[in-house]
Structures are given as C-alpha cells and as structure tokens.
C-alpha cells in the first residue's frame, strides 16, 4: 500500500492513498485511549478554526503518518524502546505533494512539545503517559538558547498550534467527522501546491 501511494501523483490519488493508509494501519493503537486514526480525526477536529486554514487541518490530520508508515504501536516491543524519529519520517514522505505549511508543523510538532515543557508551566504535568515517555527518548525539554532558536523559525506557531491539537486528541469515543470529510480539503491543498509550483 505505501508502494502505491509513494508512487501516486494526482491530487486525487495522493489524498484516496493518504485516507486509505489512514483507515487500515490507522487501526493500530496511538495511546490506550485511542487508535491511530482516531487520534488522526481528534486531532484535525482539534485543528478547525474560523479562519479555515486547511494547511493547518490537514497537518493534524496527517501528523503521525511516520508512525503509520514505520509500524510503530504502543503496546508493541520495541516502541518507546527507541525513537524511529516518526516526524521527521512523515515530513520527508509527505513533502513529495504538499507545501511546507503541511509538513514543518508535522516535522516540528516533537519539538514543539520539548518547547512547551520549557517555556509553560504545567505544560509537561499534563502530558499524557505515552508523550512523558517519548519526551524523554525524545531528548527531554529544550534549553533556553534551543527555545529561542525555536521561536525564530517561521513555522514555530503553526508547530505549536499542531502541538496544542495533538495534545488534546486523546479522548476515547470522541466524536469526530468521517474520515472521507477530509478529501475535498486534501486535494485543495495538494492542487494549491502544483499551482505554486513549490
Ligand atoms: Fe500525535
């Protein structure tokens, strides 16, 4: 299935493969709570605001999709044994069709969480049991000079408003929107990216 999608081209086919990995790898477990897809729809649920930025909606929507395509899932040997770096996987795959808007607040959305523990108090305390144990393998809380180099990146407030989101898409039997609501959004963004032509 990664297969075909890495070799998918049209908005069309990129977005149906992307919802596909979703529905069927997606069933595996995100957190206790949750599967992997329905953390995915919590987190683009999360992520609707007045401003309709689908860049914004489909990031969360798409953010963990490294952990789809490594295997990784909780309850699993090896996970949270080693960090397989799941962000950084699923921004390089992504940026074959999407715009940096989509996949620096996928890539920086680990970060965003070290940065969060640093600069807001009882940010870390709420963590949930599985990010307090990433956080860790993660590389723990940024230091102030790794904070301010953070905040300067041009993608820190979305990595940050990704980071918010992800946070609180962990709620068992939340309801959220179908997963095929999102395919007009995927394609929009996808079609907006071949237009620029970056
Ligand atoms: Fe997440």
Redesign the pocket.
């Known amino acids: 299935m990664l297969k075909d999608l890495l070799r998918a081209d049209s908005p069309d086919d990129v977005a149906l493969g992307l919802l596909r990995l979703l529905a069927t790898e997606g069933i595996r477990h995100?957190e206790e709570s949750v599967t992997q897809l329905e953390?995915a729809l919590q987190?683009a649920r999360e992520s609707e605001t007045d401003t309709g930025d689908d860049a914004e909606v489909i990031a969360a929507l798409l953010?963990?999709v490294g952990h789809l395509v490594t295997g990784e899932e909780v309850g699993a040997d090896d996970f949270l044994a080693r960090d397989l770096h799941h962000e950084e996987i699923g921004a390089r795959v992504l940026s074959a069709w999407f715009p940096p808007e989509v996949t620096e607040p996928i890539r920086l959305?680990v970060l965003a969480k070290r940065y969060l523990c640093t600069v807001e108090p009882g940010y870390r305390e709420r963590l949930s049991d599985v990010s307090e144990q990433s956080l860790v393998l993660q590389g723990g809380p940024l230091t102030d000079e790794e904070c301010r180099r953070f905040e300067a990146g041009p993608f820190a407030r979305r990595a940050v408003f990704l980071r918010r989101a992800?946070d609180r898409?962990k709620v068992r039997g939340r309801r959220t929107r179908e997963l095929s609501e999102y395919l007009p959004a995927i394609v929009a963004v996808l079609e907006e990216r071949k237009r620029r032509g970056s």
Do not use: G, V
Request: aromatic fraction near 0%.
């Open positions: 995100h953390h987190s953010h963990d959305h992800d898409a």
